[in-house]
């Protein structure tokens, strides 16, 4: 059982898109996110009424709404924050975004990740007693209680439930030592090189850290996955315990889904090292952006004055299509038109378009033949002084030695 789940996690690692340019990752389909909320609720629905659980506490209350500044995103209380675009990847602004601080509960993204690409969501996962004994935020879960793997992870995420995750942990890989080494080679496969993790839910360890720039990666790869967007942007659940059979209510963590309209995921972290942190995605007129603040005292303040200046004040710009032409290579008889293979697209602030720069650096020296498709160079997009991406430019035809100057 385990050589098989080393076989799913080295394919999971190497098959990962790296997190360095700002095209690739599409925005998560809505309708298939709603289309999985709804298969869940169907089956549901089929069952006898169970008996409840446990009931949650009242709804909690709303902290007043913060104002947004007309220039710039202003003062904002978090130690360490980013905003970026969840299309292209671009961060919109940062304020010691590659400082490692204590994640606390923002850990469980990682965990969900891993959960929802190394299992299957019908999984039965039995609760051990180790997982049963974990304190602080929990699902009380008690040893022996059969669930489904996709209820665990919507528990660890809406609920924050620091139990679930080491009982996804352990079901995944064994242990839940085994699973955070996964999550170690996930987040560097990610880009994320400042991050360490020690546990799978975020309870304080000394080598237990992250950045505010790591997490914003690992949670744009979180919410390209339909159902890790699903139940993030879920503001109350329910999940299903098959032994024995109760449903157990849940309310997202995250107030933002209440206070601000286009919120839609992501999660909440708080301990006394961390203080309160927060990764929030919001989708406004079709463009979804992503901010994470770490020791906030106002994290839900500070996320919605970011997301409302990323939305006002910047913008995704265009610059080649895929397959559009983008120059000639010239080191032939006969000039080879070369071109892009992806969309070229960046997020910029909209003062700064002006600032837009691309050119061409050729890698390909004068020697032929050149094959159809073959990399000749790259174009870079530069932003002022600031390097801001590349793409790969591909030769658009085959050229024969003969062709040569």
């Not at 690739?24 to 389909?29: A, H, L, S, T, Y």
């Not at 995944?172 to 955070?180: M, R, Y």
């Not at 906030?296 to 997301?307: N, S």
Request: glycine share 8%; aromatic share 6%.
């Amino acid at each position: 059982m385990i050589s098989r789940k080393w076989t799913r996690a080295w394919a999971c690692v190497l098959l990962c898109t790296v997190g360095f340019t700002w095209f690739g990752i599409k925005p998560v389909d809505a309708a298939q996110s709603n289309q999985a909320v709804k298969s869940l609720k169907s089956t549901k629905t089929s069952r006898p009424q169970p008996r409840l659980k446990r009931k949650i506490p009242a709804k909690p209350s709303v902290p007043p709404e913060s104002s947004v500044p007309e220039q710039g995103p202003g003062k904002i209380s978090a130690d360490a924050a980013v905003l970026m675009d969840v299309k292209t990847g671009d961060v919109l602004f940062g304020k010691q975004e590659n400082k490692p601080r204590p994640p606390a509960s923002t850990t469980k993204i990682m965990t969900a990740i891993l959960g929802l690409e190394l299992g299957s969501s019908d999984e039965v996962v039995t609760v051990s007693q180790k997982a049963a004994n974990v304190g602080e935020a929990t699902l009380h879960l008690d040893p022996g209680e059969k669930i489904n793997l996709y209820e665990l992870i919507t528990g660890a995420l809406v609920k924050s439930g620091n139990d679930a995750c080491v009982a996804i942990a352990e079901h995944i890989a064994g242990s839940e030592q085994q699973f955070v080494h996964f999550m170690n080679m996930k987040a560097l496969a990610l880009g994320a090189q400042n991050t360490h993790f020690g546990n799978t839910n975020g309870l304080p360890l000394k080598d237990h850290y992250s950045t505010a720039y790591d997490l914003a990666l690992m949670a744009r790869h979180g919410l390209s996955i339909p159902q890790f967007a699903s139940i993030t942007r879920q503001k109350e659940t329910e999940i299903h315990f098959l032994e024995p059979d109760v449903i157990m209510d849940l309310r997202n963590t995250n107030k933002l889904l209440w206070n601000y309209p286009y919120a839609d995921g992501v999660k909440t972290g708080t301990t006394t090292a961390a203080g309160k942190c927060l990764v929030a995605s919001a989708t406004k007129d079709g463009r979804q952006l992503l901010v994470v603040v770490l020791k906030a005292p106002d994290r839900f303040g500070d996320a919605k004055k970011l997301l409302e200046w990323g939305f006002n004040n910047t913008e995704i710009v265009r610059l080649a299509n895929a397959g559009q032409a983008i120059g000639e290579f010239t080191k032939s008889k006969d000039p080879v038109q070369v071109f892009t293979e992806t969309p070229v697209e960046v997020s910029i602030p909209k003062v700064e378009h002006s600032k837009l720069q691309t050119h061409i650096v050729w890698e390909k020296n004068g020697d032929l033949p050149i094959k159809a498709g073959e990399r000749l160079g790259r174009w870079e997009v530069w932003l002022g002084k600031q390097k801001v991406g590349s793409v790969p430019l591909l030769s658009e035809c085959d050229v024969a030695k003969n062709h040569s100057l």
